[in-house]
């Protein structure tokens, strides 16, 4: 479950820097719910070409979120919008900004 959200998280960051193709996959695989082969039949292709697609699109996503940190940025500043002392808060905000 907790994949599930991480890499809906992440598509919803990255989304536009995939293919149309994987794109598609990774809507019917992860927002429809829809199986591998229910997929590949859809497509007319086979069940590892879709298995395979479905990779390379969390490969992709895990990779983006490695270089670019926005998944880890976007938490983090969730975290701080729970923070009452606004000291507190310019401190976390300080710290992510390396000041």
């Given at each position: 479950m907790k994949d599930f959200l991480y890499y809906n998280e992440l598509?919803?960051?990255y989304g536009d820097l995939l293919t149309d193709n994987?794109?598609?996959n990774f809507?019917?695989?992860y927002q429809e719910d829809l199986s591998l082969s229910e997929i590949a039949e859809n497509k007319n292709i086979s069940r590892s070409a879709v298995s395979k697609t479905i990779n390379t699109v969390t490969d992709k996503l895990n990779y983006y979120e490695s270089k670019l940190h926005i998944y880890e940025k976007k938490s983090k500043l969730m975290e701080i919008t729970k923070i009452a002392d606004l000291n507190k808060i310019k401190d976390e905000i300080n710290k992510m900004l390396d000041i």
């Open positions: 598509f919803d960051i994987e794109r598609d809507l019917e695989y």
